[in-house]
Structures are given as C-alpha cells and as structure tokens.
C-alpha cells in the first residue's frame, strides 16, 4: 500500500506543477531546506505530505518551526492511523504568517510504535500525544507524563486500534 | 413589674418575631419576583396569588427535609452554628423602634440603642466561621475565612459613619435620633455617609456585590454548602433579617424614619409605621436591583475597597462632622463637604478603572478597523 | 515567604469538579492554593468521553454528520460544515452557491449563539446573574430560527455532503432581518450591562495573562489567540467555503487577559451580523445540494480540513480507503488546545480568579473529551 502511493504521488505532483505553482515552489523550498534528511514530499488535494523516517523527527520539526520559509510556529494536531501493517504518527503544522501548512508523516512499527515527543518543541503538543498514548499504546520518549487522559486508570487495551472490539456490532 | 406588664411584654415579642417571619417571606417573594421583572422572566406566581404563598411553600418543605449532618463534621459546632448565626438578627430588633410611640413599637427602646445594635450585629460573624469549621468542607472552611475577614473589616466603617450621625445628633437613642430628622433627613447633610453606610451594609449582609463568602459560583455556598433542610433555612432567615435590618437602620439614620421629608405632620403612629416600612422596603428594592446588576467582587479588591476607600472616607466623614458641629457651622456645608468628596471619589474611581478599558475597546476597534492580512496570504 | 516557613503551613488541595457550577460540564481541576491563591492546578478530562472518533469508523459518511452535532454542542453547524468540507475536498464535489450561502449564515448565527452563551456564562462566574438570562434570551431568538430551517435546536443535522438538507423556510427571510435588529439590541445591552462595569472590569483586567508567543507555543487558536494580539482567523488567513467575499473585520486584543478574550468575542458578534447581512444580499437561487450519491465513497487518500469555530480552529482529518466508511476520523478540537494552556494562565491567581479563566477560555466539554 505504501508503495502504491508513493507511485500514486508522484504522478500527482507532475500534474500539481502544471496547476499550481505556489505549491511546487513550497515543494522546492522544502527539498531545498529538508534536503540532508531521507524524506519524500509529495501533494494531494493541495496539501503538501512530508513522509520521514521517525529518528528526524525532532530535527525536521524544529527546521519547519524556525525556518524563516516556512515558519510553522502553530501546532495543528497529531493523529496516530493504525493500518494493516504500520502505524503512522500524523503531524498538521500551521504558519499563522505565511499560511503555509504542512502534513509530517511517519511511519511506526506495529508491535512496538515508539516516537520521540515534541513537547519541547510545541507545549500545545502535550495532551495530543498523552491521548496517542491512551488510545493507541503510542509511547513517545521523552514526555514527561504519559498518564490516561481520556480513559480511566484501570482501562485495559487501546481502543484507537483496529483490533479493539467496538463497532463489532450488528444493528440488524 | 407586674404580670400584666410581662404578659404584654409576651404579646410585643410574639407579635415582633411573627411580623419579622412575615417580613423574610415578603422579601424573598419580593427578591424573586423582582429579580425575575430584571431578568426579564416571570418569577414564582403559582402558590397563591401571584405566588405570594411561594416562600411560605419553600419554608414548609425546607422545615419537613431531612436534616443531614455530614459523618466527619464537627457536631457541636455544626449543629450550633445557625443558632448563633440567627439569634442576633432577631435580638437587634428588640430595641428597633418602628413608629413614633415606643410603648406600642418597640419592645424595648434603649438609650444605647444605636451602639446595641452595632454590637449585636457582630455576634453572627463566629456562627459563620462555626458553620464553615464545624462542615468539614474546604469550600465551606474557604467561605467561613472569607466571612471573618470581609465582615470584620466592614464593620469599621458601619460603626464610623454611625459615629458621624451621633455626632450631629448628639444621641443614641434610636428614637430621638428619627424625632431630630422631622423636617430635615440627615441624608441630606451626610450623603457620602448615607454611601457608606449602604454600600458597608450590604458588605455586612453578603449580598453581591460583595457576597464573596458564599459565593455559588467558586465555593458554592461557602460556610451552607453542607447545610440542608432546616438549618440551611435557619441561615436563609438570617441573611434576609439582616437585609431587612440594614435597610430599617438606613431608613431610621438617613431617611428620617416615620416623618415625611421636609413636611412637618401630626404624629401618628398607623401613618408613621407604613412610612417606615415603606422607607425600608425601598432602600431593600435597591439592594435587590444591585443584586440583579453587578458581578461579585474578588476578596482582595473587596479588603482593599474596605481599607484603602470606605474606612478612610468614613474616618474622613467623622472628622467633618466634629468640625461642623465643634465650631458651630451651619449643617448645609457638611452636605456640600460630603457631595464634592463622593463626586471627586467617583471620578477618581472612574478614571482608574473604567477609562482604560474604554480607551482599549477604541483600540481594539480601531485595530481591528486597519488590520491588513500579512504578505503571503 | 519566611513567616510561611516559621509557620509550616501547608498547602491545602481543592478539588473543583467534575460537579461545580463554574466548571462547564464535567471537567474537574485540582488547585493546590496556599490560602486563596493558586499554586498550581492539575486539570483532568475524559469525563465526557464518547468515543466519537472510533464510533465514526463504524458508520457511514452521512450518518456521521450526526455525531459531528455532538462533539462542540453549541456550535453545531460549525461543526457540520467542517465535516462536509473535509469529505467534499476528498471527493473533490463543486458545492453549489446558494447552500453555500445558506451554510455561511447558519454558520454565524452559531457563532453569534455560542458568544452569546459564553457572555452569559462569564457574567455568571463572575457573580452576575442576569446576564445569563439575556444571554440565553438572544441564544433563543436565534435557536427559534434553526429550528424553522433544520426542524431542531440543537442537534441539527442539516447539512449534507455536497449542500445542505433543504431549502430555507419561505419565512426565514422576514425571521432573520428581525433577528439581527434582536442581536444588535442584544449586544449593545450585553456592553451597557456587564463590559464596562467597574466591578467586572476589576475582576477582568490582568488577570488570567498569556503573551502572543506562549499562545501560539500552547496551541491556542480562535478569539483565545486573538485575544492575545495574533490576529488569526482563518476565515481571513485561509478563506474557507465563501468567506472571501465578505468584507468584516478581526478584532484582536492586546494584553491576552480575561477581558480581552470577553470583549473579542463580543466584538466577534457584530462582526458575524455584518457578515450575515452581506450574505443575504448576496444569496443567489438555485441548487441546494450537488450531485452527490447518498451513500458517499470517497476516494483512497487522507485529508485535512478545518474552519473558524467559535471556539477557534477545528479541524478534521479523515483518512479514507475508498469505502463507504472512513477508515480513521481525527478531530482537531479547539477547546481541547485551549484547555491545554489553563496551567499557564492560572500562575498567581486567585480561587476566584480561577473560575474566571476557565469560563474566559470557553470550553465546551464535549469536544474535549470527544
């Protein structure tokens, strides 16, 4: 599946080019300041998605907050995906500025998913990855304080995962 | 004494205990129905007409609940606390005198009358202190504090403006301080201190905008959060006697009591009695529209309003007093003294507080008129 | 601080919630407080949680238009729209110009119910009861309305992928010019009543402070972030839906305390009427709804949409693959972020002023906890 998106994507950026070019421009000026990290930048319906491998993620977080091309200084959200094969941290990082926002994409394994935490990057990023950690079994190194946020202490299992027993259900 | 003159005395203190219960029940219909025309709703008109019977409705019910007392409370004082709380609303009203002929009126009217008065009405302050320890509650303990502080503080400035009318009136019977205002109410000659008065009174009682101590939106009730049934009534009772007290006094101090201002009429005690408590209600109407209008202070800026403005002002006013009446200068220039020191107070009040914030909304405005989108978007 | 220590006093915890009045629902905060300041405050969440992310995964797109109602309960249809964008940018679907027109009102007008609410509810934590009531009062006028259009108060349900559920009531044009004459009325009483008291403003001012750059650190997004000098909006910065065409203005505050994030929501309020108002002259004829299969499938791909809600940015991502079910949903809830930097704002304060900065940042529970 991953493959076939990146395939996908890289036609989709060709055609972007022709469309719209702001959006190549971002892509250049990021290759240009992302260009000594393993990453693949590609978009798709006018966002910018920026795959990287997780041991960046600090550095290439910090790049994208204090370059002064992109400036994304607003933390959007952080959303874990739980696929087949993978889990994917998924970072939405806004300029108030520039108006520039980027999607930061990362690949987790899936019996283990560990990432480092950025709250000392963003403060607003606390309670994101408290709520990765509750819900997905997501540890993130390097937080102070990974506590139940939305479940209750005594709360057994992660019931983000597709595993979990939820919408099992039949209404009929 | 005989023991027709105890039997009377009897009748006196049933029919005044009596009157009082049927004043609380007046005003608490009276407080809802009010608050209910600001508050542009209907308020209780169910039970009785026009709802009249509703506060009598919500006694029985509170007098019929349980009574529950919590497992880790202090019982004693738990269980003491409204009794203190509410016993020396109701004694203070022994020596009150209502209409012109103490015989029939007042139980008893005393020549200290003014300072027993002002002596009973900090008697209540430990019962709320007791409530707050005796719960076991912290928000109950916060409030309980937060009672000792603000009342004691507001009682300085009470007892000072009270001073200043003894001053001018040259006694402490309560009666002859109304008889001397036959014409003229000293409201008219103590304008701030009237201010004072009012806004300490209604310190003193706990009423927003200064009823920080039971405050329901940060400690939900303070010293009463545990309270139920009819001791939580108990403590009701008293707060609106209070209310009642403080507007009796301001009536009888300030506004002249049972005589009509600047109209000299034959004593009569029927007229006088309804003239009082007209005044009374009035002044209570006040306090129930402050109610209705102002947000509650913050205990800090409530202690600093009671000694940085109020006490000092009160000292203030005492000294203009002694000054009038020690060199003999007509009384019209105290009131004039009294005007320019509220109107300059006012607008000290007003340029620190409120022209800043003025000043930033024209701002905010006037920002938000010129603000352009920065370059990129 | 030496007379404490000869003293040995310690410091007492206050459990404030999850059931005080002050507390906006179900939220519950610790406040560790020497006497009546604060010292510190451990806020707790999740008494609310429903789940709404993992429930979206088992039901199809339109019905989650539905749990989308219930997460920001007093801006439904913000809610509804970012939904709708999210899943219309997917399957990329033109919408047609009179639903947009219609969202955009509808829109506002929760805007101005919610602000209307948050007014109240300040007036209350302060002390003052009778804001609530006109603040409620105005939140009637306008719920009156929605339901004529969507047939509910709240939980409205009315907009659908690619437009909206129907047209608007043959009424609702006469409704709604007497409707912003009642909100204008309204704000004006709320500025005479409770923005300029003295007592409201010493409680207000200075109080609850967060500079510029710790909000943007915190996440804070919406009139919190205004309050504190960023002028953010994403209606402005990153025009979503139509609002490109309307001319309106941000108000921004200066020193980010109490009073600021009151009267930018305030001042939110008259800048929503000038939006309606543009809105209806504009409001073209014609179709309401694109041409959309009911049951919507949109393609394998993930998406990231968000809007200025009331309560600032919220925001959707969806990630679909291909069936008639998102394959994961996650919300961006501007309270969520906002609750975040309470910690921050409450260094120093009092119990009272506690009470004060958590209604300033207007949570709303149910998309805290989700």
Request: net charge negative.
């Amino acid at each position: 599946m991953a493959e076939e998106e990146t395939t996908e994507s890289i036609s989709e950026e060709e055609v972007s080019e022709d469309l719209d070019p702001i959006l190549a421009e971002r892509i250049s000026i990021l290759e240009n300041i992302l260009s000594t990290y393993d990453i693949s930048i590609s978009s798709f319906l006018g966002e910018i998605n920026i795959h990287i491998q997780k041991i960046d993620l600090l550095d290439i977080l910090t790049i994208l907050k204090n370059s002064p091309e992109t400036l994304c200084n607003l933390f959007l959200c952080l959303s874990i995906v739980d696929y087949e094969d993978r889990f994917e941290a998924v970072y939405h990082l806004q300029s108030t500025t520039l108006n520039h926002r980027y999607v930061i994409k990362s690949s987790l394994d899936k019996d283990k998913p560990l990432i480092s935490s950025c709250i000392g990057i963003w403060k607003g990023c606390d309670w994101y990855e408290r709520e990765g950690h509750d819900l997905f079994g997501v540890v993130f190194e390097g937080h102070p304080n990974l506590s139940p946020l939305l479940l209750y202490e005594e709360f057994e299992g992660y019931p983000g995962r597709k595993d979990f027993p939820f919408n099992d259900y039949k209404e009929w | 004494m005989s023991i027709i003159d105890l039997f009377l005395l009897q009748i006196k203190i049933i029919t005044l205990f009596g009157g009082l219960t049927i004043v609380v029940l007046s005003l608490v219909w009276l407080e809802r129905r009010v608050l209910g025309k600001i508050q542009r709703r209907i308020g209780p008109n169910r039970v009785g007409p026009q709802g009249l019977l509703q506060s009598l409705a919500d006694g029985i019910k509170l007098l019929v609940k349980e009574d529950i007392i919590p497992e880790s409370a202090d019982k004693w004082i738990y269980w003491l606390a409204p009794i203190i709380v509410f016993v020396p609303p109701f004694v203070i009203w022994i020596t009150i005198p209502i209409a012109s002929d103490n015989s029939v009126l007042a139980v008893n009217n005393m020549h200290l009358g003014l300072l027993f008065v002002i002596a009973l009405t900090v008697v209540s302050i430990t019962g709320l202190v007791m409530a707050g320890w005796g719960s076991a509650n912290k928000y109950a303990i916060l409030g309980g504090l937060r009672s000792t502080a603000q009342l004691i503080s507001y009682e300085i400035p009470i007892i000072m403006v009270a001073i200043s009318v003894l001053i001018i009136c040259q006694t402490t019977d309560l009666k002859e301080i109304v008889d001397k205002q036959n014409i003229i109410p000293y409201a008219i000659y103590l304008p701030l201190g009237l201010l004072l008065f009012f806004i300490a009174g209604i310190a003193e009682v706990g009423r927003i905008p200064f009823d920080i101590y039971h405050a329901e939106s940060e400690i939900v009730g303070g010293p009463f959060v545990e309270y139920s049934g009819a001791h939580w009534s108990v403590f009701y009772l008293a707060e609106y006697i209070q209310t009642f007290t403080i507007a009796v006094l301001i009536t009888l101090l300030f506004l002249g009591g049972w005589h009509i201002p600047f109209i000299s009429l034959q004593e009569n005690i029927i007229l006088g009695f309804f003239i009082t408590i007209i005044k009374s209600y009035g002044v209570v109407l006040i306090i129930f529209w402050f109610r209705g209008t102002f947000p509650r202070m913050r205990i800090d800026q409530l202690m600093s309003f009671a000694w940085k403005v109020l006490i000092p002002l009160s000292f203030a006013n005492v000294i203009f007093s002694s000054i009038v009446i020690f060199y003999d200068i007509p009384l019209l220039v105290l009131s004039i003294i009294n005007i320019l020191v509220t109107v300059l107070i006012g607008y000290v009040l007003y340029n620190k507080f409120t022209t800043p914030a003025i000043i930033d909304a024209e701002e905010m405005l006037r920002k938000a008129r010129n603000y352009k989108l920065p370059e990129g978007i | 601080m030496t007379n404490q220590q000869s003293l040995n006093s310690v410091d007492m915890l206050l459990n404030m919630g999850p059931q005080h009045p002050s507390t906006h629902g179900v939220f519950r905060m610790v406040l560790q407080i020497d006497g009546e300041r604060v010292i510190d405050v451990d806020p707790y969440i999740g008494y609310l949680h429903r789940g709404s992310e993992k429930l979206s995964e088992g039901e199809q797109y339109a019905q989650i238009v539905t749990l989308f109602d219930r997460l920001d309960y007093l801006a439904n249809f913000n809610n509804e729209l970012v939904f709708c964008m999210a899943v219309e940018k997917l399957m990329e679907v033109e919408i047609p110009e009179r639903a947009e027109y219609i969202r955009v009102i509808l829109c506002e007008l929760n805007r101005i119910a919610s602000h209307f609410l948050f007014y109240g509810t300040m007036g209350m934590d302060a002390g003052a009861s009778t804001p609530i009531l006109y603040g409620f009062r105005d939140r009637e006028k306008i719920q009156s309305v929605f339901e004529s259009v969507s047939g509910a108060r709240m939980m409205h349900n009315y907009f659908r992928i690619g437009g909206v559920k129907e047209d608007l009531p043959t009424d609702f044009f006469e409704k709604i010019y007497w409707l912003i004459d009642e909100i204008k009325k309204g704000v004006d009483q709320a500025d005479s009543l409770l923005s300029f008291n003295e007592i409201f403003l010493n409680r207000t001012r200075n109080i609850g402070l967060i500079n510029a750059e710790d909000a943007i650190d915190y996440g804070l997004t919406g009139p919190n972030l205004r309050a504190s000098g960023v002028s953010y909006d994403l209606r402005k910065n990153d025009p979503y839906s139509i609002y490109e065409r309307f001319d309106f203005d941000i108000p921004v505050g200066d020193r980010g305390d109490v009073w600021d994030r009151y009267f930018v929501r305030v001042q939110e309020i008259r800048e929503s009427v000038k939006i309606i108002e543009q809105a209806l002259k504009q409001i073209p004829d014609g179709e309401i709804t694109a041409n959309v299969r009911r049951i919507a499938r949109p393609p394998e791909g993930d998406i990231f949409a968000h809007a200025e809600n009331p309560r600032g940015d919220f925001g959707v991502y969806l990630v679909s693959d291909g069936s008639d079910k998102p394959y994961r949903l996650k919300i961006r809830p501007p309270s969520f972020c906002n609750l975040m930097a309470l910690r921050h704002m409450m260094r120093n304060a009092y119990v009272s002023d506690a009470v004060m900065i958590l209604g300033s940042i207007d949570i709303v529970l149910g998309e805290v906890d989700r």
